[in-house]
């Protein structure tokens, strides 16, 4: 019986009994904890029945929960028992608390080891498999679909498991209702365990279910322990802890509703309930779940979030178990009314705590055909709550119905009771039934609080039976009955002298304490304490009452003062309270409210009752008094500010639930009202990355600034950016760094960022993105979808569309509430193929090592892994994959025909990127028809192609699409496509019999590799309209001409061409005349003829299908051959070994159609296909006659297995076969595969290539401007080699012009025209004292020969000795200079002949002096004529004219090295023999034993020659230098120069120059007045140049090269060149100086070092 006041909870009561004794009256008793969770444990009694009416009866009468302060109990607690002291609240919690130093002791973990699945051996070939048929969705082949690809049955909800390349059905359910969520449990390694559904769904495949169920990958059914009562909105389950939560709108689970109506309040879990997978039983929540629809789960760390409609937890007095606090019957008044007069049968004791049969002293009986009653009287006013009565079946006679009335006033008590066939709670008052067995049956008290509040007793009238008598048992305990089965009790201690107390007026008895009021403070009195340990069945908030019993009951109120209330309320908490007793009357306060966990072994709440120390004592009064009665523990709503979000910790049995509750709202919650519909979580990739919950749903926080969706994390709730959306928010998914939001908002609430129903998050840069245009209706749920990897995040809802494209351009595309968003490419991309709007799509995240699956359910038609229209690829990882974005797929043709029939890789050369191309009968988005190529995911135009397209290939450029002719849309049956223009390559048509194009049919282009050859076949005729080459023919692709195949032709269309090595393999139907009609006929190019192939008289019908064959290895001319019996139209394979033709074992349907097949290695076979008993067969197979070993053959087609399944693509080998691929098509039919390729280089071909006019025209302008270039560069090289040429013989003239000189006797006047061309060169005159220090001047390189100064050339680069590019000389005027400087002495004609090999110049250039000799004496005329003319105007010469030209006092060095001035030396030293360069000295030794000839050539009347030298100073001198060097050239220079002289416009005349002081003139400037001259010997002219030493010896090869020898000094005239300079070598004063060119390499600017002399001498 359970207290029906404000809230029932525990009661604490202190007794004043003595201990209870079990007598020998046979009433059963067992104690009933209204709030406990264990099972029930039966204790049977069992009762005789006598002749007349009489009933066993056992009462279980429950109180509200109280405890019992009883001084002589001896059951308390442990750790009451030891508190000896003053319990003060430390001492509370540090004796309690050791009970949670105890280490649970964990038990070890057992490692299973896996055994690693074995990896094939074989290599993975690259390239993807292309895959294209008719179809529209495509998967892995499932092994309950039976064949059709999952055509469903669309008045069903069907059940689907989801991977990337399989849907497998698991189950039907009927229509009365959907599954609408959905959640995944997974084993230790990661694979798929057990999927969890609910919604609205009340049976599946015959099984009952309370709308939420377990299925596993089986199709087996778990009800889940009879689900819930009411619909189910979200699921989610915990893998860490193997629990499955439950939200909705429901109120119970159906368990807690049909096992007890003591229960069925207590497990009641509004709208929230926990399912535990390991005892396949619900989980009673402490705080009874929530007071409003739960929408989702999600979880963030160790806690789990339950979002919804809701404000606070469902928990009060309400929903506690009406069990949990037995009443003592013992210590109850026990009435019989009309007992039996039979002995051991008449005493109502009897059937308390009793066990047994039937018998004597064990059964409570009354008198024949009376009526009776069963009377209990308790020992104080208590609220009952539940009955618990068990019948008897003595002699079948036992008690058929009952009424309950109150024992104060006889008012009859409402009475429910669980009907045991239908499990529901039924009502009864006048007449209760109680079955006719041996089990508990419960009723439970209906009436209200004030009804039931402060009962007496009830009274049991038995008020129907069968037979003659009956007998009830009735368990019932109270604080500690001895006959309780609770292993956890209330109880209580008394220390110190407390004393029982009964009043009149009081009904019961309570403790009292009394002390003089001296002896308050006493330790005595201080420590006397009755504590007191409730048992609290399940963790919860609470409010404690006390109940206090009036002071005018024993007239002690002078006496009264206040207690002192310590409760122990948790394992941190503790409080304590002073409770005044001056009450007159009786009683019951509220002491205090807090959390209190649930009793367990480990703690257990108590409270403890002192004497309060500081009390108001009446002054009057002697001795002082505190009562003890009871304490009552009433439970209460836990929370009431929830706004919409529960956080649950996901270990809800924790220890740590001692310390505190395990389920709170957030720290700082959302606004009152707030509707949350959606919850995620992530790790935000900002500034502070770290765990974040994401809600969403119908809110606003105006104060905070968000918008439907809001983020949680540091224990607080923010806006995300732009205030978050405007708009309700129904579902999110957390991919990646970004949050995907859907529901009903059309952009962010501050209208910066315009959404469709959808949006994305970046966590990153904390900025809202579109999604493209988004979705055309309500969105519900969002999941990311694991089978399409960890990219992909699906979308359901009540929409029929979604727009993809840019914002300026979007595109509507039609869906079915279904859309699927690829989050890398940005993009609506390919779902799952489910022909109907599902109800339910879910799917986990995407984690490596775990399988990737996904579940949907609704009313599909047809189902598949993958949406794809006619193409799809196999990958090389071996999954089925989509090759088109979503909206830019193939579509059927205007007709509603589609399907795909030949596809390509389509690649212009090897290396090239290959382009998937794919023909058939279909429609692009861009207008296309029947072909098309794949190109950034979207089928694009390609062609116009109006019939249907049968076969595809390319030769280099040009792709070939061949099929049926449709003239009237302008398709004659090929079509060749340049692929490079864009165009149509010109070729004439095909003909058919009737002369044109109507019947035209192409099944076969093939290409002939490594040549321009593509044949053709099929069924025609002709080609262009003349030529006749029927049904099959070659095409030239580089003459663009038909050309029939050989002389003699086929008859019959052919239907598929193979090239086997150097032989063309045709396939079809030929028949000559009466002869037997030929399947295969072979054209063999070498010898140009047909013929037969051996054994193809055994192929029972047309071949259709012809595929390469290998020894597995590589190619052999084999081949497999597939085609239709002419017989019964089954199918057949054979294969040609290359000799002949072989019939393997081969079963299959006779409906089937082979459209294809391919050798396919082993290593392309996913192993989930194959199996692992066939892997390992396939493995060890060793060669056969039909299929090499590590290898299988693909079929593909429409095929009925021998299995009786039905595939569009399956392995056979051995005649094994083994389903792969199903396909399925709109209709959900089933489709099949029309071609299998794989992605392999293309056929190399020959094909010459054409240039165009264009091209042609710029190249013939490139040329003509290169043969124009070419003729001025050669001009140029002539040019140069001319002018080399006529600077050889200009030096070879002006040599043999100075040996005639020199023969003949130089004249003065002659040397006299040189000084004068040097000096009008000049255009100024050698100043006139410088000749007189001409004797004194030095001779050495670097110092001017004349006047003795630094030589400083002005035309030379510093640290190059190349001439500046604004030298007034140039190299013409060194050039001159070199070749005159060239000429040596008269030893160049008056060598002997000894000496002539040692000359440059052979006998055939001697020839070459005559030529110049006239020249050279006009041009010394000439100068001088010019020299007397200016010598007249000026006046200089004097009487003399030689003594212009005196030439300077001539010097030598002697042997010691000095220098000497001599008229009378014959020749002129070049060397010094005081020189401190070795080599120097070592050529003057030389020079003093005469090795040197004399330097002649020039000489005046005194013997010395001198040549005119002006200063190198000035360039006017160095022209004029070069002009005297230059010989006959120097006339010409001086009348140059002369020529500028005078058109100057600051010219000065002669005898103005000469009339200035010296030191008025530019420095190195001379005046020639007064017939002083400046003169200089030619050979010390050479010293202005700069001297180089020759490396390596050089032979001069032709005219106008230097040669010399290793060790030579060579002046160098110009540098201008990098590799070939120009200079001038002196061989000695006996030989002539040569001026040529030479390698730069071969001279170097130091000396030879001494070590050299040997090779230099």
């Not at 009552?632 to 956080?647: C, M």
């Not at 038909?1042 to 061409?1057: N, Q």
């Not at 590590?1190 to 299995?1203: C, K, N, T």
Request: aromatic share 8%; hydrophobic share 35%; net charge negative.
């Amino acid at each position: 019986m359970v207290n029906r006041r404000p809230s029932a909870g525990l009661w604490a009561r202190s007794r004043a009994t003595t201990d209870d004794v079990v007598t020998e009256n046979r009433i059963a008793t067992r104690p009933v904890s209204r709030t406990s969770a264990g099972s029930h444990t039966r204790t049977a009694s069992w009762s005789r029945t006598w002749l007349r009416c009489a009933a066993a009866l056992a009462l279980v009468l429950l109180a509200t929960p109280s405890l019992a302060a009883d001084p002589t109990h001896a059951a308390l607690d442990a750790a009451s028992q030891s508190l000896t002291t003053d319990p003060t609240p430390d001492t509370f919690i540090g004796e309690l608390g050791k009970l949670f130093g105890k280490d649970a002791e964990e038990g070890e973990d057992s490692s299973v080891e896996e055994a690693s699945a074995g990896t094939d051996d074989d290599d993975d070939d690259e390239g993807s498999i292309g895959i294209v048929g008719a179809f529209n969705g495509v998967s892995w082949f499932s092994p309950n679909s039976k064949g059709a690809a999952l055509a469903l049955d669309s008045d069903m909800s069907s059940l689907l498991m989801l991977s990337e390349s399989s849907a497998t059905l698991l189950a039907a359910a009927s229509s009365s209702g959907q599954v609408t969520t959905a959640c995944a449990l997974y084993n230790k390694d990661g694979s798929f365990a057990r999927a969890f559904m609910g919604g609205s769904v009340s049976s599946l495949n015959s099984t009952t279910v309370g709308y939420v169920f377990s299925i596993d990958g089986s199709g087996k059914i778990d009800s889940m322990a009879g689900g819930v009562n009411g619909p189910v909105n979200a699921l989610y389950c915990d893998n860490d802890t193997q629990l499955v939560y439950v939200g909705g709108n429901f109120t119970s689970t159906v368990a807690g509703l049909t096992t007890s109506v003591a229960t069925m309040r207590a497990v009641s879990t509004g709208s929230l309930a926990i399912y535990e997978t390991a005892t396949a039983a619900w989980r009673a929540l402490s705080f009874h779940g929530l007071d409003g629809p739960v929408f989702d789960f999600t979880k963030v760390k160790d806690h789990v979030y339950a979002v919804g409609a809701f404000t606070a937890t469902a928990d009060n007095a309400t929903h506690i178990a009406l069990d949990e606090q037995p009443i003592n019957l013992n210590a109850c008044t026990l009435t019989g009314g009309n007992s039996a007069e039979t002995e051991g049968f008449s005493d109502p004791h009897n059937i308390i705590c009793t066990s047994g049969a039937d018998s004597a002293g064990n059964t409570w009986l009354m008198r024949d055909k009376l009526p009776g009653y069963y009377r209990i009287d308790f020992p104080f006013r208590t609220t009952p709550s539940l009955l618990r009565l068990m019948n008897t079946l003595q002699d079948g006679r036992g008690t058929k119905a009952i009424r309950i009335e109150a024992a104060q006033n006889n008012q009859v008590l409402a009475m429910s009771y669980l009907d045991p066939e239908s499990r529901t709670e039924m009502f009864c008052g006048q007449s209760c039934p109680l079955p006719q067995d041996y089990n508990w049956h419960e009723f439970r008290f209906v009436d209200n609080d004030e009804t039931l509040a402060n009962i007496t007793g009830v009274i049991i009238n038995i008020v129907d039976w069968y037979g003659m008598d009956a007998e009830v048992h009735a368990i019932d305990d109270y604080n500690s009955s001895p006959c309780s089965a609770q292993t956890i009790r209330p109880s209580s201690q008394v220390t110190g002298n407390w004393q029982q107390t009964t009043a009149a007026s009081y009904k019961g008895a309570y403790l009292t304490l009394s002390v003089n009021r001296n002896d308050i403070a006493s330790a005595a009195a201080q420590s006397a304490t009755v504590t007191m340990v409730p048992f609290v069945p399940e963790s919860g908030f609470y409010k404690v009452y006390m109940s206090i019993p009036g002071c005018q009951n024993t007239n002690t109120c002078i006496s009264r003062t206040s207690a002192k209330v310590t409760w122990l309320m948790n394992g941190k908490h503790s409080i304590v309270t002073t409770i005044k007793q001056h009450n007159l009357v009786d009683d019951e306060v509220e002491v205090l409210s807090g959390y209190v966990p649930a009793s367990s072994q480990n703690f257990s709440s108590a409270i403890y009752v002192q004497l309060a120390s500081d009390g108001a004592v009446d002054p009057q009064a002697a001795t002082v008094e505190v009562v003890v009665d009871s304490f009552r523990l009433e439970r209460i709503t836990s929370y009431t500010n929830l706004n919409g979000v529960l956080q649950l910790h996901d270990d809800l049995t924790s220890d740590l639930q001692v310390n505190g509750p395990l389920y709170e709202p957030l720290s700082a919650g959302l606004p009152a009202g707030s509707q949350v519909y959606s919850a995620t979580h992530g790790v935000s990739n900002d500034t502070n990355p770290e765990d974040t919950l994401f809600l969403g749903g119908q809110f606003f926080d105006g104060e905070h600034g968000y918008y439907s969706i809001a983020q949680y994390r540091g224990d607080k709730v923010s806006a995300l950016s732009s205030a978050g959306l405007w708009g309700d928010v129904r579902a999110m998914a957390f991919v990646g760094t970004s949050l995907y939001v859907g529901g009903s908002f059309n952009g962010t609430a501050d209208f910066a960022t315009a959404l469709g129903n959808v949006g994305e998050y970046n966590t990153t840069d904390q900025t809202w993105y579109p999604m493209a245009g988004g979705v055309g209706g309500v969105v519900s749920a969002a999941v990311p979808y694991a089978p399409f990897g960890p990219r992909a995040v699906a979308f359901m809802g009540d929409f029929k569309s979604v727009y993809a494209g840019e914002a300026d351009d979007l595109l509507e595309l039609g869906v079915e509430g279904l859309a699927m968003w690829d989050a890398l490419a940005g993009g609506w991309t390919n779902t799952p193929f489910l022909q109907g709007q599902p109800s339910m799509l879910y799917s986990d995240t995407w984690k490596d090592g775990q399988d990737s699956v996904a579940f949907a359910a609704g009313e599909f038609t047809a189902a598949a892994a993958l949406e794809a229209n006619g193409a799809v690829l196999l990958t090389p990882s071996q999954n089925i994959q989509a090759i088109d974005m979503m909206g830019y797929d193939l579509q059927p043709d205007t007709e509603g025909r589609f399907m795909v029939n030949a596809g390509l890789w389509y690649a212009k050369s090897n290396g090239s990127t290959p382009a998937l191309v794919v023909g058939g009968r279909f429609s692009t988005l861009d207008g296309g028809a029947n072909v098309a190529r794949l190109q950034d995911g979207k089928w694009q135009r390609l062609g116009d192609v109006g019939g249907e397209v049968l076969t595809l290939n390319n030769a280099a450029n040009l792709l070939f699409v061949g099929g049926v002719a449709n003239v009237s849309a302008g398709f004659t049956g090929l079509t060749v496509l340049d692929m490079d223009k864009g165009r149509e390559y010109d070729t004439q048509r095909l003909q058919g019999p009737n002369g044109d194009s109507t019947d035209v049919r192409v099944n076969r282009v093939a290409i002939r590799a490594d040549t321009s050859m593509v044949v053709v076949g099929g069924n025609f005729t002709a080609a262009g309209g003349m030529l006749e080459c029927p049904y099959i023919c070659t095409l030239d692709i580089n003459e663009g001409q038909w050309s029939p195949l050989a002389t003699s032709a086929l008859i019959g269309p052919v239907t598929d061409l193979l090239f086997a090595k150097d032989s063309l393999i045709v396939a079809g139907t030929f028949k000559n005349g009466t002869q037997p009609t030929r399947y295969l006929q072979r054209y063999d190019f070498s010898t140009n003829v047909w013929s037969d192939i051996d054994g193809a008289d055994r192929v029972p019908g047309p071949v259709t299908v012809l595929t390469a064959a290998s020894d597995g290895t590589e190619t052999t001319d084999g081949f497999y051959m597939t085609g239709v019996s002419m017989a019964d139209a089954s199918p057949y394979f054979f294969k040609y070994d290359g000799t002949t033709v072989v019939s393997p074992d081969f079963t299959i349907g006779a409906q089937s159609t082979i459209n294809g097949l391919l050798e396919v290695p082993r290593s392309r076979i996913p192993s989930s296909v194959l199996g692992d008993s066939k892997s390992q067969e396939l493995r060890r197979r060793s060669d056969d006659p039909v299929i090499p070993a590590g290898y299988v053959l693909a079929i593909s087609g429409d095929l009925f297995l021998p299995s009786g399944q039905r595939a569009s693509n399956a392995f056979f080998y051995n005649d094994e076969w083994v389903p792969f691929m199903s396909t399925v098509q709109n209709d959900g039919s089933p489709g099949y595969i029309t071609s299998v390729f794989f992605e392999i280089p293309p056929t190399n071909v020959y094909q010459r290539q054409r240039l165009s006019v264009a091209l042609v025209i710029i190249i013939a302008i490139a040329i003509a401007l290169g043969i124009t270039l070419l003729i001025v560069v050669v001009g140029l090289v002539y040019i140069y080699l001319r002018n080399r040429r006529e600077a050889a013989a200009t030096a070879s003239a002006a040599s043999a012009a100075l040996a005639a000189t020199t023969a003949g006797g130089t004249t003065k006047a002659t040397l006299g025209a040189l000084a004068l061309g040097a000096g009008a060169a000049g255009t100024r005159q050698i100043q006139s004292d410088s000749f007189h220090n001409t004797s004194m001047a030095r001779d050495t390189w670097g110092n001017n020969a004349v006047t003795g100064e630094p030589v400083s050339f002005d035309n030379i680069a510093p640290n190059t000795g190349r001439l500046t590019s604004g030298s007034p000389i140039g190299l013409a005027g060194l050039a001159a200079a070199g070749r005159k400087a060239a000429v040596s002495s008269d030893t160049y004609v008056q060598h002997d002949t000894g000496k002539k090999r040692d000359i440059k110049y052979d006998e055939a250039n001697e020839s070459l002096d005559s030529i110049f000799e006239s020249a050279a004496a006009e041009a010394e005329a000439e100068a001088e004529n010019e020299a007397r003319e200016r010598a007249a105007s000026t006046g200089s010469f004097g009487t003399d004219p030689g003594a212009a030209y005196a030439m300077p006092t001539a010097h030598h060095y002697d042997g010691k090295g000095d220098r000497s001035e001599s008229p009378d030396y014959t020749r002129t030293s070049m060397y010094r023999s005081d020189s401190t360069n070795p080599f120097e000295q070592r050529m003057a030794l030389r020079e003093s034993q005469g090795t040197f000839p004399p330097a002649g050539p020039f000489g005046d009347d005194d013997g010395t020659g001198h040549i005119p030298m002006p200063s190198p100073r000035h360039m006017h001198a160095e022209h004029a230098t070069a002009a005297a060097l230059a010989g006959a050239t120097a006339a010409v220079a001086a009348k140059d120069s002369r020529r500028r002289s005078e058109s100057a416009s600051t010219r000065h005349t002669d005898a103005d120059y000469a009339s200035q002081s010296p030191s008025s003139r530019p420095s190195g400037e001379s005046s020639v007045g007064g017939g002083s001259s400046t003169h200089l010997p030619i050979r010390d002219s050479l010293k202005q140049y700069p001297a180089f030493y020759a490396k390596f010896t050089f032979s001069s090869r032709e005219t106008g090269e230097l040669g010399f020898r290793a060790g030579e000094r060579v002046f160098v005239i110009d540098q201008s060149d990098e590799i070939w300079w120009m200079g001038i070598v002196d061989h000695g004063a006996d030989q002539p100086l040569e001026q040529g060119v030479f390698p730069a390499t071969y001279v170097n600017s130091e000396p030879p070092k001494s070590t050299d002399w040997p090779d230099l001498m």
